[in-house]
């Protein structure tokens, strides 16, 4: 049913309702939305909310996990030493860190830098939905088993989640969404780097077909 034809005869107009996937949202308005959020536990020990950044209709969105301390206290997403290898991968695709757009799955730092927990991430999900569906990337670069396992519904390990592009459907449009290793595991773990690249290779291929062009010519 179209909640905007349930309007009584005689009521006032209401506002139509947001579109829950994002689609026709502006980010400004989930921002505002979010608010000074206190929808979870994990408002208690942050400095900032980091909502995400970059290009509002990138044609490529990566999607990590949730805030580290740099990013805690920036307020924005992927600043840190993995934010570092995160450019480096995002130039190595022929793109600049402006050109695409960043989010986490939530948005306020889990303490001590643990792992978000399913409660955490039931509630803060939902804007990073609406975000996607707002930005309507080309493709989604999920990089670690919560930005996979999230936006995928699955507990399959990265491991055999990533090497190919998954449909990822979000306000009524399949994205391609390529599963990858987080660039703090890289760091500890950087033979894994060539993995990766083979991912991102996937990715670019992909965005070629589907006719967008990276700015600067690629390479590793
Ligand atoms: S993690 Fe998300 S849901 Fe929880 S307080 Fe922060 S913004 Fe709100």
Not at 108 to 137: H, K, M, T, Y
Request: hydrophobic share 40%.
């Amino acid at each position: 049913v179209d909640p905007g034809a349930l309007v009584l005869p005689g009521a006032p107009p209401a506002a139509r309702p947001p579109a829950l996937d994002g689609s026709g949202e502006t980010l400004a308005a989930i921002r505002a939305d979010l608010g000074d959020c206190t929808r979870c536990k994990l408002c208690a020990g942050r400095k900032n909310i980091v909502f995400g950044t970059g290009n509002p209709t990138a044609p490529l969105l990566f999607v990590g996990e949730g805030p580290g301390a740099e990013e805690d206290v920036q307020g924005e997403p992927f600043v840190g030493a993995a934010g570092q290898l995160l450019n480096r991968m995002i130039a190595a695709m022929g793109f600049a860190r402006q050109d695409v757009y960043i989010a986490n799955v939530v948005k306020c730092r889990p303490p001590g830098n643990r792992n978000p927990e399913p409660d955490e991430i039931a509630v803060c999900s939902p804007f990073l939905l609406r975000q996607v569906g707002s930005v309507r990337p080309k493709v989604i670069v999920t990089l670690g088993k919560f930005a996979a396992q999230t936006l995928l519904a699955t507990e399959a390990p990265v491991g055999t989640l990533r090497g190919r592009l998954h449909p990822f459907v979000v306000a009524g449009e399949s994205i391609s969404l390529m599963p990858t290793y987080h660039p703090a595991y890289l760091l500890r773990t950087p033979s894994m780097k060539k993995v990766v690249w083979e991912d991102l290779q996937v990715v670019m291929a992909e965005l070629a077909k589907l006719g967008v062009q990276a700015p600067s010519p690629p390479g590793p």
